[in-house]
């Protein structure tokens, strides 16, 4: 089957005003026909993003968001807030989300059914540590995360699941190609089991250390339908050739 690519950019805790610039840019100079183009700015700019990408080809999403619709939870957004801010996507259990504020698969879970709530695709993260790749735990620690984090009702429509090894965010390097197949191949069998059909339409992104140079070779790889971009994301020049990649 035919996935459509997505290109999806993680500006993380980077970007102020100024810096939509470089999202109208990127909607103006890579109009990306052939593929999808999602912006996940830091939550102040989600509004501005989305007003300012209306029209375009190029989506607005959000980084994270709490479980609940509203409450007492000091310093939170939600997935509702974000979809009244212009998102159409967010981001579920990045890593750094993970690592920093301890987000455990179940949290994530919640996180995602927040976002389906919401009207949102979840973009759900999974990815090994170094160190858990180095004792041969890459596959198990995967399908730990997948079986934990994307939660019954996940469907093509509502989510996409990025692989992100912690190991190569911001690194510079990258796993091997045959490396990042075997995990995505493991990926859909693992999404097949949960989802039976529903499962091959589902988008599975690479994530880590993706560049314009090496963006088209892993799009190339088997069960590779995009990618996560954190730090080639920030400039249209840079996120452009990768956007040009997903969409050859
Ligand atoms: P990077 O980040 O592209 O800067 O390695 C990827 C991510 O964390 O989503």
């Not at 429509?157 to 490396?179: D, F, H, K």
């Given at each position: 089957m035919t996935r459509r690519k997505l290109a999806a950019g993680n500006w993380k805790m980077n970007g102020l005003k100024a810096a939509l610039a470089e999202a109208k840019t990127l909607a103006a100079e890579h109009p990306a026909p052939n593929c999808?183009?999602?912006?996940?700015?830091?939550?102040?700019?989600?509004?501005?993003?989305?007003?300012?990408?209306?029209g375009t080809a190029v989506k607005t999403g959000g980084q994270d968001c709490h479980a609940a619709a509203s409450g007492a939870h000091t310093g939170d957004v939600s997935a509702e807030m974000l979809a009244d801010a212009g998102a159409a996507a967010v981001i579920v259990g990045h890593s750094e989300r993970r690592a920093d504020h301890g987000e455990d698969d179940a949290a994530v879970a919640a996180k995602a059914m927040a976002a389906w709530r919401a009207g949102l695709v979840?973009?759900?993260c999974v990815g090994e540590t170094e160190a858990q790749r180095d004792a041969g735990e890459t596959l198990t620690v995967i399908g730990d995360q997948i079986a934990g984090s994307i939660p019954p009702g996940a469907t093509a429509?509502?989510?996409?699941?990025?692989?992100?090894?912690?190991?190569?965010?911001?690194?510079?390097?990258?796993?091997?190609?045959?490396?990042i197949a075997e995990?995505?191949?493991?990926?859909?069998?693992?999404?097949v089991k949960k989802m039976a059909e529903a499962a091959e339409g589902v988008r599975l992104l690479y994530g880590g250390s993706v560049k314009p140079g090496n963006a088209a070779e892993i799009f190339a790889v088997s069960n590779v339908d995009g990618g996560l971009v954190g730090g080639a994301s920030l400039k249209a020049a840079d996120f452009g050739g990768i956007v040009a990649a997903a969409g050859a």
């Open positions: 999808d183009v999602l912006l996940c700015p830091p939550a102040t700019l989600v509004a501005a993003m989305a007003a300012a990408l209306e979840a973009v759900i429509e509502n989510t996409v699941v990025a692989y992100e090894p912690v190991w190569a965010i911001g690194a510079g390097r990258t796993p091997t190609l045959p490396q995990v995505h191949d493991f990926m859909r069998d693992e999404l």
